[in-house]
C-alpha cells in the first residue's frame, strides 16, 4: 500500500472510531426503577399495591420481623400480629436500571372487644372459643355481684365424667352470624333443663350432684346469630329457696345474646350470659343454671352462676 493509500485508511479508520464513540455517548441509559405504594388495612392485614415503572422484582421488608419477601406482583398482602401497634414498611424495587427503595408506614388500631371476640372482618372463618380446661370453674350465686360460692379445681368438667364438653367449639363471626361446632356430638347441659325438655343426656353421679350432664345426640341449630351489648342492664329471675323467686338486676355489664337456640358453653333454661373479661388470651362469662329437680314448680328460675372461662382457638 503506497503512502496515499496508507492515509486513506487511516482517515477511514479514525471515522469509523469517532462515529462509533458518538453512536455510544448518544445510547440511552437504561433509567432507574420508580415506585410508588398504596395501602388498605382491615383489621390486621393491610394490602399493599406498588405502582412502578422501569422494575422487574420486589423485596418487601414489612417491619414485624418476618422474613423478607421477594415477588413479581406489584399486589401484596400482609398479616400483623400486634393491633395497636405502628410498622415501618421498606420496599426495593429492582430492574434492568439499578434498584432503588421507598419505605411508607402502616398503623394499626388497637382491637376493640367485638374484633377480639370474633377475630375481626378478616378472620372470616370466625374466631372460635372453647372452655379452657387449664382454668378452675367457679360457682357463684346469682347476686347482683356474683358472690363466690366456691372455687373447682382446673379440669373439673373432666373430674365430673364430662371432660367432652372441653372439645366443643363456639364460632363467632364479625357479621353478626354464630356458630356451634359440637365436635364430640353433644353439649354441655343443665340436667334439669334436659330432663323437662325431654333431652338425651348421659351424665354421672358427679355431674347430676353438680345438676350437669352432657345432652347427647345433640344437633345445634344452624343460621343463629348472636349480639356483643356493652354497657347493658339485665334482670334474671332467680330463687334461692326453691320455693319463691326474685328478680335481680345486673347493671353496666356486657352481654352476650343469641338467636334461636343458640347458647355459648352451656345448654340451659337461659342462653344469654354476661361476659366478665375479654382479652385476646382468654374470654371469661358467667352462665346461668338451674339446678332444681324437673317437677319443682320453679323449675326454670336461676339457682347458681358459673363463672367459666373460654379459650380461643388459633387457627
Same mark, same amino acid.
Given at each position: 500500500?503506497?503512502?496515499?493509500?496508507?492515509?486513506?485508511?487511516?482517515?477511514?479508520? %479514525?471515522?469509523?472510531?469517532?462515529?462509533?464513540?458518538?453512536?455510544?455517548?448518544?445510547? !440511552?441509559?437504561? !433509567?432507574?426503577?420508580?415506585? @410508588?405504594? +398504596?395501602?388498605?388495612?382491615?383489621? #390486621?392485614?393491610? @394490602?399493599?399495591?406498588?405502582?412502578?415503572?422501569?422494575?422487574?422484582?420486589?423485596?418487601?421488608?414489612?417491619?414485624?420481623?418476618?422474613?423478607?419477601?421477594?415477588?413479581?406482583?406489584?399486589?401484596?398482602?400482609?398479616?400483623?400480629? #400486634?393491633?395497636?401497634?405502628?410498622? =415501618?414498611?421498606?420496599?426495593?424495587?429492582?430492574?434492568?436500571?439499578? $434498584?432503588?427503595?421507598?419505605?411508607?408506614?402502616? +398503623? &394499626?388500631?388497637?382491637?376493640?372487644?367485638? $374484633?377480639?371476640?370474633?377475630?375481626?372482618?378478616?378472620?372470616?372463618?370466625?374466631?372460635?372459643?372453647?372452655?379452657?380446661?387449664?382454668?378452675?370453674?367457679?360457682?357463684?350465686?346469682?347476686?347482683?355481684?356474683? =358472690?363466690?360460692?366456691?372455687?373447682?379445681?382446673?379440669? *373439673?368438667?373432666?373430674?365430673?365424667?364430662?371432660?367432652?364438653?372441653?372439645?366443643?367449639?363456639?364460632? *363467632?363471626?364479625? @357479621?353478626?352470624?354464630?356458630?356451634?361446632?359440637?365436635?364430640?356430638?353433644?353439649?354441655?347441659?343443665?340436667?334439669? /333443663?334436659?330432663?323437662?325438655?325431654?333431652?338425651? #343426656?348421659?351424665?354421672?353421679?358427679?355431674?347430676?350432684?353438680?345438676? &350437669?350432664? /352432657?345432652?347427647?345426640?345433640?344437633?345445634?341449630?344452624?343460621?343463629?346469630?348472636?349480639?356483643?351489648?356493652?354497657?347493658?342492664?339485665? +334482670?334474671?329471675?332467680?330463687?334461692?329457696?326453691?320455693?319463691?323467686?326474685?328478680?335481680?338486676?345486673?347493671?353496666?355489664?356486657?352481654?352476650?345474646?343469641?338467636?334461636?337456640?343458640?347458647?355459648?358453653?352451656?345448654?340451659?333454661?337461659? #342462653?344469654?350470659?354476661?361476659?366478665?373479661? &375479654? %382479652?385476646?388470651?382468654?374470654?371469661?362469662?358467667?352462665?346461668?343454671?338451674?339446678?332444681? !329437680?324437673? @317437677?319443682?314448680?320453679?323449675?326454670?328460675?336461676?339457682?347458681?352462676?358459673?363463672?367459666?372461662?373460654? $379459650? !380461643?382457638?388459633?387457627?
Amino acid at each position: 500500500m503506497n503512502m496515499n493509500g496508507l492515509k486513506m485508511y487511516m482517515r477511514l479508520v %479514525s471515522l469509523f472510531s469517532l462515529g462509533a464513540l458518538f453512536f455510544s455517548a448518544c445510547k !440511552p441509559s437504561t !433509567p432507574a426503577p420508580t415506585a @410508588t405504594i +398504596t395501602s388498605n388495612v382491615l383489621d #390486621n392485614m393491610v @394490602t399493599f399495591n406498588v405502582v412502578s415503572s422501569n422494575a422487574t422484582s420486589y423485596v418487601w421488608s414489612f417491619g414485624d420481623g418476618d422474613s423478607s419477601i421477594v415477588t413479581t406482583s406489584t399486589l401484596m398482602t400482609h398479616t400483623y400480629q #400486634n393491633y395497636g401497634t405502628t410498622y =415501618s414498611v421498606n420496599l426495593k424495587i429492582m430492574g434492568p436500571g439499578g $434498584e432503588v427503595s421507598v419505605a411508607t408506614t402502616i +398503623t &394499626l388500631s388497637a382491637q376493640t372487644q367485638m $374484633e377480639i371476640l370474633t377475630g375481626g372482618a378478616s378472620l372470616t372463618s370466625g374466631q372460635a372459643w372453647r372452655i379452657s380446661s387449664a382454668t378452675p370453674i367457679i360457682l357463684a350465686n346469682p347476686d347482683s355481684i356474683l =358472690s363466690v360460692n366456691q372455687t373447682y379445681p382446673a379440669g *373439673f368438667l373432666t373430674l365430673l365424667g364430662l371432660g367432652k364438653a372441653y372439645l366443643d367449639q363456639y364460632i *363467632f363471626f364479625s @357479621t353478626g352470624n354464630y356458630a356451634i361446632n359440637n365436635v364430640s356430638g353433644g353439649a354441655l347441659a343443665g340436667l334439669s /333443663y334436659c330432663t323437662v325438655n325431654k333431652i338425651p #343426656n348421659v351424665s354421672t353421679q358427679s355431674s347430676a350432684n353438680a345438676g &350437669l350432664t /352432657y345432652a347427647t345426640p345433640f344437633t345445634p341449630s344452624i343460621d343463629l346469630g348472636f349480639t356483643f351489648n356493652p354497657g347493658s342492664t339485665l +334482670t334474671v329471675p332467680v330463687t334461692t329457696d326453691g320455693i319463691t323467686s326474685t328478680n335481680v338486676t345486673y347493671k353496666n355489664v356486657t352481654t352476650l345474646n343469641f338467636s334461636k337456640q343458640g347458647f355459648l358453653g352451656l345448654l340451659d333454661f337461659r #342462653n344469654g350470659c354476661i361476659v366478665r373479661s &375479654l %382479652s385476646t388470651s382468654q374470654m371469661t362469662v358467667a352462665l346461668f343454671i338451674s339446678n332444681l !329437680p324437673s @317437677t319443682s314448680a320453679m323449675a326454670g328460675k336461676i339457682t347458681n352462676v358459673l363463672l367459666v372461662t373460654f $379459650e !380461643p382457638i388459633t387457627q
